[in-house]
């Protein structure tokens, strides 16, 4: 050790031993006149070597006290003393942790460092992302979210690999966030609503009339822009580019989309069709709907489409029987949105014939797995009716259900193609306004329609105002009862969740021009108080009827809407508003009431007509 005279009071004076290790000490020295105070000198080991006056000897100082390791003594006279940092603290009597052994890793401020085994280190790295005690420099932060350009990884629990957790889709408008590691934007599947706004769609085409799905008849998608600047649209069919468009703000833009014959041409029978479905993504919140087709003619329908944020797992089909004139199926189309989905069919008590194919049996049952963008379509056989079966999945789908071409009723000219998107079971609700079409080409009188009545779960009871004569208890889920062509206006409500589909009736019917349309009725619970929504202006006549609390102001296109008629004594109202576009009209329109408000959209013409949900929240209920 060396040692020496005169270190000021309070200084920190470092020690170094034999063995090279470099501790820092602090020494209080303190000089008076007179002998030295305090216990006897001892000379054992472990004890301080004390410099007097040039002279070197041993003894335990008057006082000591130690200090993060720096030992601090008072001595009397003329001796100052120092104490190296490995002295045994005297309080409590243990010895400080000794230097880490050879070869081992330590972290420090940022840093990998090597110990030498004598209080030192052999090496040093700084560390980028994080340091890892005995392991060392680490690739990524333990259990961390983090941005590869534009790519959201996820850092292992070692810290030593990562994972992709999200590939940022830029065509959504969607980035990775460094500050959080995450994908971010409007378009975001967290930061969307459960409601028809999205940004991630699927159209796909469906069973049709084959002298109207091809050539001239087009089938198309229409996107409508709420937002108050342009939407970037893109449409692929898995890794093909199909078409950009650009649509302006607070405005709608029909997209046509080529046919695809697999799944739109024949009479079946069931099959898978690989990356059958059309993919639309914008890079900011926008609606859409499909029509098949889109001009005005004999077969037409529409669907609100479902987009991606809205998906779930589990659904229930509302289809129409198998048309034995013409032989046309029913059928119902699967389409997902991620490989690996693994689809599970439960035929219904009608939904037990079916055509084979694509891994579904003839009874209807089935496990079908899907990758993305893949269509499994399932087509009735004679006899068949796909109404109640349930669908599953392990992964979110989209669901569209319909005829190829049916007449409403069966014994009535003429048959019309049926679609309409389904929505998720945990969409459905206890209670719906169910209200007719009106009649070309003003409105009045009503158009008669079907409807059918769907148990989701077992044991439903169904309770009517006015009542409407029809069986009120439905066994299992799946099971319905149909109330034939009407003009009625009622409630319908239930001890349990279920569906309401109507049908349209043809015009063989008696009530004025137009064929068979879907549509599925909307949850009071799920209506909404703005509508942004688009009536094709090819068509001779498009309405909108607007169902409402009773009391409730609203408009259409800004302009009031006036003495809506009461619905007996539910408590709701009906406002019937006729679209006029104008000759220059581009057919979009906007909705505003002073309180939740449902809608639906039709358009009605010469042995033609669609029939369409204008929009709706999609809550979990």
């Known amino acids: 050790m060396v040692s020496g005279c005169g270190t000021p009071e309070g200084m920190a004076s470092a020690t170094t031993s034999q063995t090279g290790v470099t501790t820092v000490e602090l020494t209080t020295s303190t000089t008076e006149t007179g002998t030295s105070e305090g216990p006897p000198p001892t000379s054992e080991p472990g004890t301080e070597t004390i410099t007097t006056m040039g002279m070197t000897g041993t003894s335990a100082p008057t006082s000591s006290t130690t200090t993060e390791g720096a030992t601090e003594s008072t001595t009397m006279g003329t001796e100052s003393s120092t104490m190296p940092a490995t002295a045994t603290d005297s309080e409590s009597g243990t010895e400080p942790p000794p230097p880490c052994m050879q070869g081992e890793i330590v972290c420090e401020d940022g840093e990998a460092k090597v110990c030498d085994g004598m209080g030192g280190f052999e090496s040093s790295e700084p560390c980028e992302a ?14 961390t979210p983090f941005c590869e350009g534009d790519v959201a990884m996820k850092c292992a629990a070692d810290g030593l690999s990562s994972e992709v957790a999200e590939d940022c889709d830029e065509l959504q408008g969607i980035t990775c966030n460094p500050d959080i590691g995450l994908c971010d934007g409007a378009c975001v599947i967290e930061n969307l609503q459960l409601n028809y706004i999205g940004c991630d769609y699927y159209p796909t085409i469906t069973l049709q009339h084959d002298s109207y799905n091809s050539g001239t008849k087009v089938f198309a998608a229409v996107v409508a822009n709420t937002a108050d600047v342009p939407a970037a649209i893109t449409v692929t069919r898995g890794a093909m580019l199909i078409k950009e468009e650009m649509v302006a703000a607070k405005s709608v833009k029909a997209i046509t989309l080529p046919w695809i014959p697999a799944l739109t041409k024949g009479l079946g029978p069931s099959a898978v069709v690989a990356e059958g479905a059309y993919r639309l993504r914008s890079d900011r919140p926008v609606t859409v709907y499909q029509y098949n087709l889109l001009y005005a003619s004999a ?53 037990n014939k079916v055509q084979a194919g694509g891994g579904v049996a003839a009874d209807g049952t089935g496990v079908v797995v899907l990758n993305a963008g893949d269509v499994l379509q399932v087509a009735t056989a004679a006899g068949g009716d796909l109404t109640g079966t349930g669908v599953s999945a392990d992964k979110p789908v989209q669901v569209i259900a319909g005829h190829k071409c049916s007449n409403v009723p069966t014994n009535v000219d003429a048959c019309d193609h049926l679609e ?18 009106g009649q070309s080409p003003n409105g009045t009188p009503d158009h008669g329609q079907v409807v059918r009545f769907i148990a989701a779960e077992a044991n439903t009871t169904l309770t009517f105002v006015p009542d409407q004569g029809v069986p009120k208890v439905l066994a299992k889920a799946g099971d319905f009862v149909e109330l034939a062509a009407t003009t009625a206006r009622f409630k319908v409500s239930a001890d349990k969740r279920f569906m309401v589909a109507q049908y349209m009736v043809g015009q063989g019917g008696g009530f004025g021009e137009a064929d068979p349309s879907m549509l599925l009725a909307t949850a009071t619970e799920q209506y909404r108080k703005d509508y942004l929504f688009h009536a094709p202006p090819s068509w001779a006549s498009n309405f909108v009827d607007i169902i409402l609390k009773t009391g409730t102001s609203v408009s259409v296109d800004g302009q009031p809407v006036v003495a809506p008629v009461q619905i007996g004594a539910t408590g709701y109202s009906l406002a019937r508003v006729k679209l006029d576009d104008g000759p220059l009209g581009d057919g979009n329109h906007t909705i505003l009431g002073s309180d939740r408000v449902g809608i639906g959209v039709y358009g009605l013409q010469d042995f033609g007509s669609y029939w369409v949900v204008g929009g709706l929240d999609l809550d979990h209920l």
């Not at 032989?327 to 599970?344: H, I, L, Q, S």
């Not at 459905?428 to 209200?435: G, N, P, T």
């Open 420 to 437: 309409e998107a389904m929505f998720p079971y945990e969409a459905l609700a206890k209670e719906y306004i169910v209200v007719p079409p």
């Open 130 to 143: 994080a340091c890892g005690p005995g392991v060392g420099c680490l690739a990524c932060v333990p259990d």
């Open 299 to 351: 077969t037409n329908d529409a669907s609100l489409l479902l987009p991606v944020n809205a998906w779930t797992g589990d659904y229930v089909v509302a289809s129409y029987p198998h048309f034995p004139q013409l032989n046309y199926p029913g059928f119902y189309a699967v389409t997902a949105r991620e490989d690996g989905t693994t689809v599970t069919l439960a035929p219904s008590a009608t939904g």
